[in-house]
């Protein structure tokens, strides 16, 4: 194979890779994903928010005052040399950590509430489309089991019938 046939090839394959791989970014599925990656993004921003500015100052006030996030246990004093910290201080910060736990029960719970709410959409629309289809195949099912309209040639046909019994 000759050097300009390899280029012609690289080029062919490098088409057919970015042509891939436009169709499987223009597919429904990852447009939706992108989308749903934002707007989780700004939903978690609004929860971090409602939990550090709303609901966690009121808590700290009840527990004595202090900012919530800064409650931590001390496992080591911080070392103080020449009001200088050489060593910081060894801690558990348990405030900030309930306050994460409490933000992601929130999401959670969000979500689980929209997506329960849009499988019971789905499943009431599937039981609309059930019943529909019930009620066109038993439609279809009694029009086939109705007698088809007898037409007047035969019906005159049976009394010509009837009669020449009758003579006999």
């Not at 970015?18 to 989780?40: C, P, Q, R, S």
């Not at 080591?76 to 409490?102: C, H, M, Q, R």
Request: proline share 3%; net charge positive; glycine share 6%.
């Amino acid at each position: 194979m000759s050097k300009k046939d390899k280029q012609l090839d690289r080029k062919k394959k490098t088409k057919g890779f970015f042509k891939g791989f436009k169709d499987f970014v223009m597919k429904g599925n990852v447009i939706d994903l992108a989308v749903g990656v934002i707007i989780g993004g700004a939903f978690g921003k609004i929860v971090n928010s409602l939990v550090k500015d709303i609901i966690m100052p009121p808590v700290g006030l009840l527990i004595g005052g202090v900012d919530f996030a800064d409650l931590t246990i001390v496992l080591k004093e911080a070392v103080i040399e020449n009001d200088v910290i050489t060593k910081p201080a060894v801690a558990i910060a348990y405030g900030n950590f309930i306050s994460v736990i409490l933000e992601f029960l929130i999401i959670a719970f969000s979500i689980y509430s929209v997506l329960t709410l849009v499988i019971r959409r789905r499943q009431f629309e599937e039981k609309l489309a059930q019943e529909e289809a019930a009620k066109i195949a038993a439609e279809e099912k009694a029009k086939a089991e109705e007698p088809a309209p007898i037409s007047e040639e035969i019906l005159l046909l049976r009394e010509i019938r009837d009669s020449l019994k009758e003579q006999k």
